[in-house]
């Protein structure tokens, strides 16, 4: 399939608002297990969101940038939906992710 570079611009940002979006609803899902799932985590993303807005000279901190994510401070989603990880779940990032 061929398509011009804004198209597919348009079509990338939307799918990454759509995962965005569906993160924020997930507040079940603890960002350990994403990590230990796939590999990445709503503060993943919000570090790319950040390194993408370095790379254009765009003006964010590391807080925008994680509430564009969370939908909320950082330290609010926190306090709400973070629970303490599971000695399972820590187990598994050792595995997963040695050195972390």
């Known amino acids: ?14 799918a990454f608002r759509r995962l965005v979006e569906h993160l924020r609803t997930r507040t ?3 960002n350990i297990d994403l990590m230990n799932l796939a590999g990445f985590c709503r503060n993943c993303l919000s570090n790319w969101l950040k390194d993408a807005a370095d ?9 925008e940038s994680r509430e564009a994510v969370y939908g909320m ?7 709400k939906y973070q629970r ?3 000695a399972e779940q ?10 972390r």
Not at 1 to 14: F, I, K, Q
Not at 90 to 98: F, N, R, S
Request: proline share 4%.
């Open 90 to 99: 820590l187990d598994a990032m050792k595995k997963v992710h040695p050195g």
């Open 84 to 86: 303490e990880a599971s």
């Open 1 to 14: 399939m061929t398509m011009d570079s804004t198209t597919r611009t348009e079509l990338e940002a939307a």
């Open 55 to 63: 790379a254009k000279g765009a003006a964010m901190t590391r807080d």
């Open 73 to 79: 401070p950082y330290e609010e989603w926190k306090a």
């Open 28 to 30: 079940d899902v603890q």
